[in-house]
């Protein structure tokens, strides 16, 4: 989730470079995308991967065992926590809308766009892990999705783009690994944690060895009527 992260970052800013009015928003929405499975993960992750089994890597449609199973799915808790922590929108909607295109799309504005870029950038990810050259069929494939329509992206636009967009993956996943010791990230300083009462606590005060599924206790802590489901 790390790498794949970092890489749809870097790739939906570069996607961004060719395409104008994409807003300035493009690396960190990409980044953030799927912010809420870390926390999933992170406070649950027996139960997670339990749910999604072999299939974490199937885009659009893991959000649907999340929200049959947990009642909500990773992106609108992480849109929720996102926008808890003082992230303005439309950051945090953006996140809550990546596996919603089409009420992005009718949005319009920089939702849409940057919606747009991040499902592309996650469908180039998943393509450049497999291959790095894609077949004419690949590329006609995913012209034809309606993200890549709402870009105006043609298959000769993404073949034009290719060799550029396997550098930049692999140049993020090399930076977000660490040097010398690939499997392992080091602990964040206590410096780069939200302030105050935006640090999550996975502990209850009043039972400290056990939590009932917190992800759904940070989304009923959510301002009352900032619904993103």
């Known amino acids: ?6 890489s749809t970052g870097a790739l939906v800013r570069a996607l961004a470079l060719h395409r104008a009015n994409a807003g300035s928003n493009s690396y960190i929405v990409g980044l953030l995308h799927d912010f809420g499975k870390l926390l999933l993960l992170q406070a649950q992750p027996a139960t997670y991967l ?19 199973v947990l009642g909500f799915d990773h992106a609108v808790l992480g849109a929720h926590i996102l926008r808890k922590w003082g992230l303005p929108d439309p950051v945090p909607k953006i996140v809550a809308w990546h596996h919603q295109p089409a009420r992005a799309f ?19 990810d998943r ?7 894609p077949s004419t069929e690949q590329t006609e494939h995913v012209a034809a999705l309606p993200e890549c329509e709402y870009l105006g992206f043609r298959a000769r636009d993404l073949e034009k783009m290719w060799d550029e967009l396997l550098h930049v993956k692999q140049e993020a996943e090399q930076i977000f690994r660490c040097h010398g010791n690939p499997g392992r990230v080091p602990k964040p300083s206590r410096a780069l944690a939200p302030p105050g009462k935006a640090r999550l606590r996975l502990r209850d005060h009043g039972n400290p060895g056990r939590v009932p599924n917190p ?5 009923r802590r959510a301002k009352p009527g900032y619904a993103y489901a």
């Open 1 to 6: 989730v790390r790498d794949h992260c970092a």
């Open 50 to 68: 339990k749910i999604h089994g072999n299939q974490m890597a199937d885009a659009d449609t893991i959000h649907l065992r999340e929200r049959e």
């Open 106 to 124: 009718a949005a319009g504005g920089e939702v849409a766009l940057q919606v747009a870029l991040v499902r592309l950038a996650e469908r180039v």
């Open 127 to 133: 393509m450049l892990g497999q291959e790095s050259l």
């Open 215 to 219: 992800p759904a206790l940070w989304l």
